[in-house]
């Protein structure tokens, strides 16, 4: 959470994913403890989580002036990265298509399969930090992403591990409005 002023936002955020596209987003006052079951939080972070918003701008011009004299929008995206430093192949799953995980006991291991195949599997995320407006949060709640990043995990003597996620919003099929393709963003402010 924040400390005043508000407005003036430093601290990181958290990142949660369901892989059920029917689940519903937890109220931006919800405690953590509270989240259904279907949100696992993906844990530490290094680097913090950036969420951006892609656009192509065109600059339509005229023969008869210099500057242009209209813009419309081509193409517009968002995108959410960050490095984990969990690194349990419960959280690596995520970032390789959702792919099961399987356990056996001779001797006690886990397993998690890396081929990912053709089908890209879908996601919401929840993104929770600190709201600009009191000492509460601020979430992004996305609902239908994919991973895009290429998952490295670098081993070195000097330093930890962390995993790269970028998830890239699709078009909400279900959306009640065109505004609502992408979901929203919410900030408590009582």
Do not use: C
Request: aromatic residues 8%; charged residues 20%; without cysteine.
């Amino acid at each position: 959470m924040a400390t005043t002023p508000y407005d003036i936002i430093a601290g990181p955020a958290d990142v949660w994913l369901s892989a059920d596209l029917t689940a519903s987003f937890p109220a931006v006052n919800a405690a953590e403890g509270a989240f259904d079951s279907e949100w696992v939080k993906l844990g530490m972070t290094d680097g913090g989580v950036k969420v951006k918003h892609t656009q192509s701008i065109d600059l339509i011009r005229a023969d008869q002036r210099t500057g242009p004299v209209k813009a419309i929008r081509s193409e517009e995206g968002l995108e959410i990265a960050f490095n984990i430093e969990e690194l349990t192949l419960e959280h690596w799953a995520y970032a390789l298509n959702g792919n099961a995980i399987t356990t056996a006991s001779t001797p006690n291991r886990s397993t998690l399969k890396m081929y990912q195949g053709l089908d890209v599997t879908q996601f919401m995320v929840l993104v929770r930090g600190p709201s600009p407006y009191m000492n509460a949060f601020l979430q992004y709640n996305v609902p239908v992403v994919v991973q895009t990043d290429e998952p490295e995990a670098e081993y070195k003597r000097d330093g930890q591990a962390v995993l790269a996620f970028k998830f890239v919003a699709l078009e909400d099929p279900n959306a009640a409005t065109s505004a609502d393709r992408f979901g929203s963003i919410i900030a408590q402010t009582s």
